[in-house]
């Protein structure tokens, strides 16, 4: 995965420390990470050192520039996930992103370039000023997660949102060396840690060591950890409070172990806190800690249980809290043993890393857009349906686009799958649905648009050349490659279609075959009329297709009547047709097996939702069409232990394989058909079973649905990993 931190400046910060420590987790993980901000600082090398590639928006002058800058990064280095923390970097990240998904941009940038539309996430470390406030609630939705160090800030920013997730900060145990101290009678040490900004409140841990009783006060040591801009007025206030002497500003502190271990008490006076990072740090290595009771504090520490708070802005309630320490100094102890108890049971960093790297990979679980000319229950249609449940099941992201609201549509929404109808099937709908489609995929930011049937091909693929989003296509049939032309990747379901399009000039490096496939188990193998069909003296011969010329009922019917013509035929062969279509072309078949008076013996069963439960008491389906790519209901037979009497023409033969010698006949040829039927219902019942035994192996080791999906899988990653 590709991750772009964003953050305002790389100085010595709570933010910039868990950025750090964000990138070094996902450098562990096998991440490739960047890093853009707004303008540099003393923590540059700590990320320099990781080998980060590190932007500086600085030298592009002011906001607008700025942005210009983050979109030139992101066309360039393509992240999967841009995560912003602090305000500034935030609203420019969202400005970024909104200006890139618009469809002006990629005009702009050409027609079918592959804009990068990485996630945002956005980072909320702390309270910002009112207007700040005002606008992270108006503009939160740009982002697709929103984190928070905290529950407070969680309430304070989005109370009540789903789009946010509290994912505390911690901090690396494995650097926390503890050593205990007792308090000393001839000196205390107190000391802070973090930036030298008001909203820290070192102008309040002064002012509370001011008010300490004198013979108490004389005792104290305080040390002030970390550079900021308030250092020159608290070196003054000190002055004022005649501190100087027992006040050390120790700068940046490179050693923070050390820095902790030399102190008794840790205080945290901030005005409002986040989370308060370094509390953490001081509570891990069995520190005495009090800390304000501000913002996210009180989440860590439990007053009187692993810590002391006292009142926010309250310089005597931090001096009591203090008194109170070195007149309770048994308790105090105890007390510091639960803070580092509490701090490794749940402060480490691995855990805050493991989470948001958790949450970036539910954002980034691949977006599939599944489009269809169709929505009827048709071969094709029933491998769009495996598609978009197999994918589901993986945690795919996936929506469907179907034409009209039939069976297909029913089936998804039973599934969970969000889907809406377009007009495809018709030329004019199909061009009227074109900008409703490119809409679509730009709000929907899909990463694989996936089109099947003619037009529902060429209109999904047309749509994802102008957003800017890779394609494919799947091949149900022997077609014209125009339908195809704007598409990334063909997909064809046998190797006849492929060969038909190789044939057409496609390019055959653009060409995958991946075969239908279906499950495949034991107790799919049916034992029932199939195996024993002279029990009653009635043979029944099968066929599932819609009602058109094309799949060859009209010759299925004259081989029926061809075998119940014969006098050395010993059963009563009858004809069952399943499937809906053309009801001109249902009266026309009518009127045939009336001519040839097998009327009584053929029966139109209509749609069937569950065919193969029919197909259990048929002996044999019969697939006599004059064009056929690589049917499913061939596999659903053969899978059944129903033999399968087939055209040679398509993807046929590589379905039915050895079998194919025998069980394949020429297309419009009534008599071969026949000939075919009258040599199965002659057969034995060794043979017979023999034969059955035959197809269902094939199926079972060359269509499973598992290899199928698996390789559909390996085309969308292929595409994928070219964005």
């Given at each position: ?6 953050i305002?400046a ?13 990138v ?16 540099g600082?003393?923590m540059?090398?700590?990320f320099a050192?990781l080998?980060?590639d590190?932007?500086?928006l600085?030298s592009?002058?002011?906001n607008?520039g ?17 995560h ?5 970097s935030?609203?420019l990240s ?14 702009f940038?050409?027609f079918?370039?592959r804009?990068?539309h ?6 909320i470390h702390g309270?910002e ?10 503009f939160?939705g740009?982002?697709?997660?929103i984190i ?11 109370d ?9 900060g ?8 503890c ?29 509370a ?18 550079p ?6 608290l070196?003054?206030?000190a ?10 500003f120790?700068g ?17 006076p901030?005005?409002q806190e ?8 001081a509570?891990?290595?069995g520190?005495?800690?009090i800390a304000a ?13 692993n810590g ?12 009591m809290a203090m ?12 007390i510091?043993?639960?803070a580092?108890?509490s ?5 480490d960093?691995?855990?805050m ?8 990979g ?10 269809i ?6 071969g094709?249609e ?22 009209g609201s ?20 018709t030329p004019?709908?199909?061009l ?13 930011r899909?990463?694989?648009i996936?089109g ?30 125009v ?7 063909v997909?064809a379901v ?7 399009l ?6 055959e ?19 029932g009329?199939a195996c024993?069909?002279?029990?009653e003296?009635?043979?029944v011969f099968?066929?599932?297709a819609?009602l ?5 009922h009209?010759?299925a ?12 035929c010993?059963?009563?062969c009858?004809l069952?047709?399943?499937?809906e279509?053309?009801s001109?072309?249902?009266?026309k ?7 040839l008076?097998?009327s ?7 749609h069937?939702?569950d ?14 069409s004059?064009?056929e790519?690589?049917p ?12 399968v ?5 398509g993807g ?11 069980n394949?006949?020429p297309a419009g040829?009534?008599a ?9 219902l002659?057969?034995?019942e060794?043979d ?5 035994q ?7 080791e ?10 559909i899988?390996r ?9």
């Open positions: 995965m590709r991750i772009l931190f964003v305002n790389l100085t010595l910060g709570g933010a910039q420390m868990r950025v750090l420590d964000l070094r987790g996902m450098f562990k993980r096998g991440d490739q990470v960047a890093l853009a901000c707004l303008r600082g003393e540059a090398d700590d050192e080998g980060v590190v932007f500086n600085e592009w002058s002011g607008l700025a942005i210009c800058g983050l979109i030139s990064i992101v066309i360039s280095w393509r992240p999967d996930i841009v912003s923390h602090l305000f500034a935030t609203t969202r400005a970024a992103l909104l200006i890139l998904r618009l469809p002006l941009f990629r005009l940038f050409g079918g370039s804009v990068s990485p996630m945002l996430v956005s980072t309270i000023k009112s207007r700040y406030w005002f606008m992270e609630r108006l939160s740009l982002s697709h997660k928070s160090v905290s529950h407070f800030l969680s309430r304070h920013f989005h009540g949102s789903e789009k946010i997730a509290v994912i505390p911690g901090i690396d145990l494995e650097q926390c060396h050593f205990r101290k007792p308090l000393a009678d001839d000196q205390i040490v107190i000391g802070t840690l973090g930036r030298l900004s008001r909203v820290k409140g070192i102008d309040i841990l002064l002012g060591v001011a008010l300490l009783e004198p013979c108490l006060r004389r005792k104290i040591i305080v040390r002030i950890g970390g900021g801009p308030e250092a020159d007025n070196l003054e206030l002055g004022k409070l005649n501190l100087l002497s027992q006040v050390e120790s940046q502190i490179a050693d923070i172990d050390g820095f902790m271990n030399s102190l008794d008490i840790f205080v945290m901030s005005r986040g989370q308060g990072l370094s509390m953490l740090e509570m891990a290595r520190r005495i800690v009771r501000a913002g996210g504090i009180p989440e860590h520490l439990i007053h009187g249980k002391l708070l006292f009142g926010r802005e309250n310089s005597e309630s931090l001096a008194e109170w320490v070195c007149s309770n100094r048994e308790r105090a102890q105890e510091s043993a639960e580092r108890r701090a490794c049971s749940g402060g960093r691995k855990i890393v493991d989470k948001v790297r958790a949450l970036y539910q954002l980034r679980s691949p977006r599939l857009l599944l489009v000319s169709s929505g009827s229950m048709g094709g029933r491998n769009f349906l495996q598609i978009a449940c197999h994918f589901k099941s993986l945690g795919w992201k996936i929506s469907a686009v179907v034409t039939g069976r297909l549509m029913s089936a998804l929404i039973d599934s969970g799958i969000p889907v809406i109808s377009l007009p495809l099937e004019l709908g199909g009227a649905s074109l900008p409703a489609l490119v809409r679509l995929v730009c709000a929907g899909y990463d694989l996936h099947h049937l003619n037009r529902g091909a060429l209109i999904s693929s047309l749509a994802a050349a102008i957003a800017g989003v890779p394609s494919i296509v799947t091949v149900h049939g022997l077609n014209r490659k339908y195809y032309r704007f598409a990334d990747r997909i046998c190797q006849a279609a492929a060969d038909n190789i044939e057409q000039s496609l390019p490096g653009f060409i995958r075959v991946v075969q239908n496939g279906v499950a495949v188990s034991d107790e799919s193998f049916s034992d009329a024993f069909p002279a029990s003296g009635k043979v099968g066929m599932v819609r058109h010329p094309n799949k060859g009209e010759t019917i004259r081989a029926l009547a061809i075998v119940a013509a014969d006098g050395k010993p059963f009563q009858e069952q047709i399943v499937g279509g053309d001109d072309y249902q009266r078949l009518e009127m045939i097996a009336t001519d008076g097998v009584e013996r053929v029966h139109f069963t209509g069937s939702d065919p193969s439960r029919l197909m259990q008491g048929w002996k044999c389906l019969l697939i006599p004059f064009q790519a690589f499913f209901v061939a596999l659903e037979a053969l899978s059944s232990g129903v033999a009497i087939g055209s040679r023409v046929l033969p590589e379905i039915l394989g050895d079998d194919g010698d025998t394949l006949v040829d009534p071969s058909l026949a000939r075919r039927m009258m040599e199965i002659k057969m034995g060794g017979f079973q023999a034969l059955r035959r197809g269902f192996k094939r199926v079972a060359n269509f499973s649905i598992g290899e199928s999906m698996a390789s899988e085309v969308y990653r292929e595409l994928l990993s070219c964005r």
